[in-house]
């Protein structure tokens, strides 16, 4: 019984399918990974204006310390 040989033809269309899958994972990473860094963003950003409103220092005081080069 002899074995039928795949050709190049179906050879490339099933690594396509693999490097479909490859790509949607990825993306669907890439989307967490947003997502995530966009919830620390917003995080830090309430912290920050917690910080200020707690502070006794004035808007001007501040925006002049975090742009000064220490």
Known sequence: ???RQITI???IE???EVVLKI???YEAALNDLKT???K???LESKELIN??????KSLDEIL???SSKA
């Open 64 to 66: 002049d310390f975090l």
């Open 23 to 25: 790509k949607d994972r």
């Open 40 to 42: 620390k963003h917003d």
């Open 9 to 11: 033809d179906e050879k």
């Open 14 to 16: 099933k690594q396509k």
């Open 51 to 56: 910080a200020f409103e707690k502070s006794d």
């Open 36 to 38: 995530l860094m966009k």
């Open 1 to 3: 019984m002899a074995r």
